[in-house]
């Protein structure tokens, strides 16, 4: 699985994604947002060297869970998690690299 363009408003299961052993790309935030349409081609081309990391676009706002249980602040904001531990985050990432250092802290698969 690889870049997904579409926020989802159906958000999965914290504890789905706390039980996962792969690491999965979270990333919160609204289609309409102007900061979120602007990183998208960042995270694109990033993901691109990740194709079998699992993105998970969801959308977020007032009365969402998911997003408040991590805390999220500001759009969009991109969370690496593997067993319910976060590897790192990226809050309004501009440029390719700042994704890829974001998905470089996942772990080596054995």
């Known amino acids: 699985m690889s870049y997904v363009a579409a926020y989802s408003p159906a958000a999965p299961e914290r504890a789905a994604l706390d039980a996962a052993s792969e690491p999965v790309l979270l990333e919160f935030g609204v289609d309409w947002c102007p900061h979120c349409?602007?990183?998208?081609?960042?995270?694109?081309?990033?993901?691109?060297?990740?194709?079998?990391?699992?993105?998970?676009?969801?959308?977020?706002?007032?009365?969402?869970?998911?997003?408040?249980?991590?805390?999220v602040k500001l759009w969009p904001t991109l969370i690496l998690l593997q067993q319910g531990v976060e590897l790192g985050r990226v809050v309004r990432p501009l440029t390719e690299a700042e994704v890829t250092d974001l998905l470089s802290t996942r772990p080596a698969t054995p």
């Open 37 to 71: 349409q602007n990183a998208q081609s960042a995270i694109a081309q990033a993901l691109a060297a990740f194709p079998a990391l699992r993105h998970i676009k969801v959308e977020d706002g007032a009365g969402r869970r998911l997003g408040r249980s991590f805390r």
